[in-house]
């Protein structure tokens, strides 16, 4: 990555911006954004994707959980738990977690589904502590698809 790419990227900070507005303000060919924006993508570098504030979704919410797991193979007990239902995020930690999984949580998909139904698949978890989040600043998640989103159940067919 080089200035140009970060360049770009803070351009695209509105993904619905068109390449060809990119290129005008950077100075750039439209070609040359197309071909880097869709390299940093292959890259797993950037994506772009819509967000949604999760306070502002009626009967929501979002915990997170510090997990302490008996095993040090931090990395698959991350993986594992960002294939489960409502997870968000899962950030592999220093401190006195080992990972720290961000849930996004529905009216009938709260905090004791998620452990029941969901949490209990994962081996070795030594404990865990809940932090629910009453306020957020700048917290924007994406919404998962249809199969582990929590809103499937309370939205229409």
């Known amino acids: 990555m080089d200035t140009t790419d970060f360049s770009i990227i803070n351009e695209l900070k509105d993904g619905r911006i068109s390449f060809k507005r990119v290129a005008d303000r950077l ?11 869709r390299k940093l993508q292959n890259d797993g570098i950037l994506d772009i994707t819509g967000l949604v504030d999760p306070e502002k979704l009626p009967e929501h919410s979002v915990v997170m959980i510090g997990v302490q797991v008996r095993d040090m193979n931090l990395v698959k007990k991350a993986e594992e738990f960002s294939r489960l239902r409502g997870v968000v995020s899962v950030c592999v930690v220093t401190g006195r977690f080992d990972l720290i999984v961000t849930v996004m949580l529905a009216k009938d998909f ?9 949490a209990v698949k994962i081996a070795n978890v030594q404990s865990v502590e809940t932090f629910v989040v009453y ?23």
């Open 135 to 157: 306020k957020s600043f700048n917290l924007k998640v994406p919404l998962k698809s249809r199969q582990s989103d929590p809103l499937q159940a309370t939205e229409g067919p």
């Open 110 to 118: 709260g905090i004791l589904e998620f452990y029941t139904e969901e």
């Open 27 to 37: 100075g750039l060919a439209e070609g040359t954004v197309r071909t880097r924006v």
